[in-house]
């Protein structure tokens, strides 16, 4: 479905952002995975998506919360591939505490990150993807982008800032075959999440398992993670025709928890 686009994709070396590079490169779409990681390993990671679905994978490893970086990642990618069709910016970092005491450094830097970045690479992208006058701009968000929940201010914040960004971005393109549109995932066994679990576990001297169990049961009905896997599914979907009219939307993948 997707042969002979290209699909940029922000924090891909691992996680969902890998996940979503996985589908689209199993629909054809060469891939340009962005992220930090082990120079062996990344190559690695390149070689072995090129051989098992028979496309072109290169990688860029552009620090998320720099402007300039971003840029020459998509001028990068352009050069290198001769378009830009498909954006997914899925970048993200976390740091978790009460607004009286959350470090200023870790705000500015989880904004950056979160939410500065889409800008970015919205506006880089833009220009090339009008040229085509064929487009799809994916901004993973998070259920935070839809409601709170206390100690991260600056998450929910930036991710709250995404949906935003991509419902402007949606009316500015809405007559033109760009499309944009986010996806707010709900608890999903990243590394991310994980550390978190973690987080939990030392803190109140319990097990992973419990600590595991508590973190789902607070807030996703289901009692189960999301998978990479069914994100991607959903963002394949996102770039095909038949989603050419679904634009601005917000979709959540949360197991019931923004339901409730």
């Known amino acids: 479905m997707l042969k002979g686009r290209l699909a940029v994709v922000t924090g891909s070396t691992s996680g969902i952002g890998l996940g979503i590079a ?3 490169a199993r629909q054809g779409a060469d ?23 028979h496309v072109r994978v290169l990688h860029h490893g552009a620090d998320m919360s720099s402007a300039e970086q971003i840029r020459n990642m998509i ?16 970048a993200g970092i976390q740091h978790t505490a009460t607004v009286d005491q959350f470090p200023e450094e870790r705000w500015d830097a989880v904004i950056a990150v979160n939410l500065s970045s889409n800008f970015h690479t919205i506006k880089a992208a833009l220009p090339h993807m009008k040229a085509r006058s064929w487009g799809r701009i994916i901004n993973v968000a998070s259920v935070h982008g839809l409601v709170g929940s206390m100690n ?6 930036a991710k709250h800032g ?12 809405a007559q033109t075959g760009i499309s944009c549109n986010a996806i707010c995932p709900g608890w999903v066994l990243t590394p991310l999440v994980q550390r978190q679990i973690d987080d939990l576990a030392a803190r109140e001297n319990i097990t992973n398992e419990q600590a595991q169990a508590r973190l789902l049961g607070e ?29 601005g939307a917000a979709f959540a993948i949360d197991g019931g928890w923004t339901a409730q």
């Open 75 to 90: 001028t990068y990618a352009v050069n290198e591939f001769g378009r830009l069709d498909i954006l997914v910016n899925n």
């Open 22 to 24: 996985r589908g689209l």
């Open 152 to 157: 991260k201010s600056a998450y929910v914040a």
């Open 162 to 173: 995404v949906v935003g960004l991509t419902k402007v971005v949606a009316l500015e393109t």
């Open 31 to 53: 891939i340009l995975l962005n992220g930090f990681g082990d120079a062996e390993l990344t190559r690695s990671l390149c070689t072995q998506i090129s051989e098992e679905f």
């Open 219 to 247: 807030k996703q009905p289901s009692g189960d993670f999301a998978t990479p896997e069914q994100i991607a599914e959903l963002a394949v979907f996102l770039c095909s025709d038949s989603a050419a009219q679904i634009r």
